[in-house]
């Protein structure tokens, strides 16, 4: 089995022309200020309240290089051409923050028609929701503390376990499996019981009902290890994405302004420990557990990659997929994708007013040059040299 070179950028790059490269390039430079970042983030959050258009900045910008398009069939060409080399797309309808039922339900049938998509696709191999989209937050904020809990948020719960239920019951049905996102840990308890549930319903042949454990929190190895005592006991199959987790500063800055204990590792040292060791932890019991390695670390996904190897897992076995989000980290998706790996793209889309959020994440995780960023820019700019030099 040969490891996968992410130091190949004619590989990594193969999809884009170099105007598009040249756009990235740009893009990931701009990002990379820290200041620019945060005066665009609160001149759209202004905008957006006094209902002035931003539109016209973003949509060919930012949401050019993060989003697939407005609408299922606007991502099709974007799906198209990255099944092209291999490489398989998550759409991921982005809707956050919307507490009114009429927007809930209308993500509901929105992520309904995603499923269904993705069941005459085969190049959507998963299905995905946000949790959040389908419940108020000002529930989720209250859970912590059952009794503050009233007749219409208890309500508001159960609409929201029924709508949980109906997607992980659409993506059985289509035979596709189904991701559920994981955001603030707070309300997270709710949710793991919820997606335990439908696992018990849905993943009785195969992992069909996936939930994400983020492993900067510390409770999180000992979690997976009890989820997997559970299927064995009860005789399912568990799904699991596993990523490090994107909310870190404010689950810090909750748990100290509240008093209490940050759910949050010390170091990245320890979340980089357990991401290690919880993925051991699953291929050593492959025959009961799928993962979804969500990551841009290159090391987690040697790391994944040396023990699928050691344990004769062959790159393709349906068990094991690697992912990263459209617009980054190309140099892995589509050199581990070129040696036969399982590789999807998180693909978000929808509405530019509502992909916002998820932009100014990206952006703001972007900003380091000495991370991320730092490793765009400097791929790019090997592969534009390398294409003028080939031409030479
Ligand atoms: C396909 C996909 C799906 C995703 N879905 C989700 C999701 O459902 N929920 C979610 O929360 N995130 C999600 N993410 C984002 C993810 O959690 C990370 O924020 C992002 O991928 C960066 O982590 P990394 O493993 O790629 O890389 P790395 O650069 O190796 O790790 C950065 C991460 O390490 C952790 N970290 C950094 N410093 C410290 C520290 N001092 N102490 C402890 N930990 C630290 C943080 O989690 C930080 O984001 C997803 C990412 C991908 C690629």
């Not at 018990?200 to 492993?215: G, H, I």
């Not at 949050?264 to 290690?276: G, M, N, V």
């Not at 009961?288 to 897992?313: P, R, V």
């Amino acid at each position: 089995m040969t490891a996968p070179d992410f130091k190949n950028t004619a590989i990594a790059f193969q999809m884009h022309e170099n105007s598009s490269l040249r756009r990235a390039y740009w893009l990931f430079k701009s990002i990379s200020s820290p200041s620019l970042v945060r005066t665009g983030n609160a001149i759209v959050v202004q905008a957006l309240k006094i209902g002035l258009p931003v539109r016209w900045a973003i949509k060919p910008t930012i949401y050019r290089q993060f989003v697939g398009g407005e609408t299922i069939k606007e991502c099709s060409p974007v799906v198209q051409n990255l099944a092209g080399y291999g490489v398989k797309s998550v759409l991921d309808f982005s809707i956050e923050g919307k507490e009114e039922d009429a927007d809930m339900e209308s993500a509901l049938q929105e992520t309904l028609r995603s499923i269904e998509n993705a069941g005459k696709n085969p190049n959507i191999p998963f299905a995905v929701f946000k949790p959040t989209a389908f419940i108020p937050r000002r529930v989720l904020d209250k859970i912590e503390q059952p009794w503050t809990l009233t007749s219409d948020d208890h309500a508001r719960m159960d609409l929201f376990k029924a709508r949980v239920d109906k997607l992980c019951s659409a993506a059985s049905q289509i035979g596709k499996p189904i991701l559920v996102d994981a955001e603030d840990s707070w309300y997270q308890k709710f949710i793991d019981e919820i997606t335990e549930q439908m696992m018990q319903r849905y993943n009785r042949d195969r992992a069909v009902v996936f939930n994400t454990l983020q492993m900067y929190r510390h409770d999180r190895l000992a979690f997976l290890k009890s989820q997997h005592q559970k299927a064995v006991d009860g005789n399912y199959y568990l799904g699991v994405k596993f990523v490090r987790g994107a909310y870190m500063e404010k689950e810090r800055e909750r748990a100290a302004r509240m008093g209490y204990t940050s759910p949050i590792q010390p170091d990245k040292a320890s979340t980089d420990r357990d991401f290690d060791a919880a993925l051991t932890f699953c291929i050593e019991n492959i025959s009961k557990i799928s993962i979804f390695c969500g990551t841009h670390n290159e090391n987690s996904c040697l790391y994944l990659a040396n023990l699928m190897q050691q344990h004769n897992i062959r790159p393709s076995d349906p068990r094991v997929w690697f992912s990263q989000l459209y617009g980054m980290s190309d140099h892995i998706s589509f050199n581990m994708a070129i040696i036969g790996y399982n590789v999807a793209k998180y693909v978000p889309y929808g509405p530019v007013k509502h992909v916002i959020p998820y932009l100014a994440r990206r952006a703001e995780e972007n900003t380091s040059v000495k991370g991320q960023t730092g490793r765009e820019l400097g791929l790019i700019s090997k592969e534009l040299i390398r294409r003028r030099q080939a031409k030479d």
